[in-house]
């Protein structure tokens, strides 16, 4: 089973960007959905955005219009591009493929957006 290498995230003021990258490592079939979830301290991990084969995608409530994910079919990586964000942003994320044999999860990165 392949892992997943997330790069990316750090910290930035609020209003600024922030670009997350996730690509497979060692996996030899191709997701069919990609998705980028976060947890911030004391909650739980949530949905932030998925894109699924066909090119389809969804997004959380609360980021919907700053947050775009797309993916590379070539590499089968995903992205996910952070605009406008704001303190309540902060969490570490978390890139998951879904998998004909099951799910794989990045390591997660933190992102803090500062006030």
């Known amino acids: 089973q392949g892992q997943l290498v997330q790069s990316g995230g750090g910290l930035v003021q609020a209003g600024g960007s922030l670009r997350l990258s996730c690509e497979p490592s060692g996996s030899i079939f191709r997701a069919s959905v990609m998705g980028w979830y976060r947890q911030a301290p004391g909650k739980q991990r949530e949905l932030v955005a998925a894109?699924?084969?066909?090119?389809?995608?969804e997004y959380g409530d609360s980021v919907k219009g700053r947050f775009t994910i797309s993916r590379e079919k070539v590499k089968d990586t995903v992205y996910l591009q952070m605009s406008s964000l704001k303190p309540e942003d902060t969490a570490v994320y978390y890139c998951?493929?879904?998998?004909?044999?099951?799910?794989?999860w990045g390591q997660g990165t933190q992102v803090t957006v500062s006030s």
């Open positions: 998951k493929f879904v998998y004909p044999y099951g799910d794989s």
């Open positions: 894109i699924r084969s066909n090119g389809s995608t």
